[in-house]
């Protein structure tokens, strides 16, 4: 009798838990972010690839999108006056750079923000950058910001991510992010950032997967693990194709 009763307490309980659940959908939106594809492959003719990323926020809620990729070391050229001309003075030593940022919300001032505490875009960017410990100054690290824009890997882009409706109050946010060229194989973290009142009130986020396959890979492949037969193959390569070259413009110049 007392097994029974127990049984049915808790059954009761459970219940409870799940009409709760079923009343706070709320709570539930924006409790997953989904990023399409999540395996990007470079091969032989990679010219970049747009990924799509999308999720749920409650509604009256904003919303960040950053694509963001594993942190490494970059070393630069300190340029400084020598005798009247500009040269290499030293090294410059940039550390925790990830290695692709980029980043959309829902309105463009949420990237933009030059509050100390803002914590989306290129201003957190750098606050992050100058306390990692690097030996690069303040406006060393706005070149260094400049020149990764540059070269299309950080970027925050202008245009609002896409809002609809969706069930239970809840908005949907989709965004579209295309990886430049320059990508690096590796694991990168998509991640949903929630919103509310000016703070961030929650944020999720997935992986994305960049991977060398065909011919790109086995260069890459070869180059570590054979690197002195790599060495070889490459000066052939290049007498083969000296040759091939000189060939056909000494053709081409006696017509």
């Known amino acids: 009798m007392r097994g029974g009763s127990f049984r049915l307490l808790g059954a009761t309980w459970l219940g409870l838990a ?28 990679f010219q970049g690839e747009e990924i799509t990323v999308s999720g749920e ?27 009247g001309l500009w040269m290499n003075v030293g090294e410059v030593e940039v550390k925790g750079a990830p290695t692709l940022y980029l980043a959309r919300g829902t309105s463009p001032g949420l990237l933009t923000a030059t509050a100390s505490a803002a914590a989306f875009g290129f201003p957190a960017l750098k606050r992050r950058l100058a306390a990692a410990g690097g030996t690069a100054t303040p406006g060393e690290l706005e070149e260094f910001l400049k020149l990764k824009e540059s070269e299309d890997l950080y970027r925050t882009l202008p245009q609002p991510l896409q809002v ?6 809840s908005r949907l946010v989709k965004g579209v992010f295309r990886l430049p060229t320059q990508v690096k194989p590796g694991t990168y973290r998509v991640c949903l950032s929630v919103l509310e009142g000016g703070k961030v009130s929650g944020q999720k986020c997935t992986e994305l997967q960049v991977a060398m396959v065909g011919l790109p890979a086995l260069s890459s492949a070869m180059a570590y693990e054979h690197s002195l037969l790599y060495g070889i193959l490459a000066v052939i390569i290049a007498i083969v194709t000296g040759l091939v070259m000189g060939y056909l413009f000494k053709g081409g110049g006696g017509h």
Not at 18 to 43: F, T
Not at 61 to 80: D, I, N, Q
């Open 18 to 45: 799940l009409l709760c659940g079923g009343a706070l959908p709320g709570r539930v939106a924006g409790a997953e972010v989904k990023v399409s594809p999540d395996l990007v492959e470079i091969g032989a003719f």
């Open 57 to 83: 926020i409650p509604g009256g809620a904003e919303a960040v999108m950053e694509v963001v990729g594993p942190e490494t070391s970059e070393h630069l050229m300190r340029k400084g006056r020598r005798g």
């Open 164 to 169: 609809t409706p969706a069930a239970h109050g």
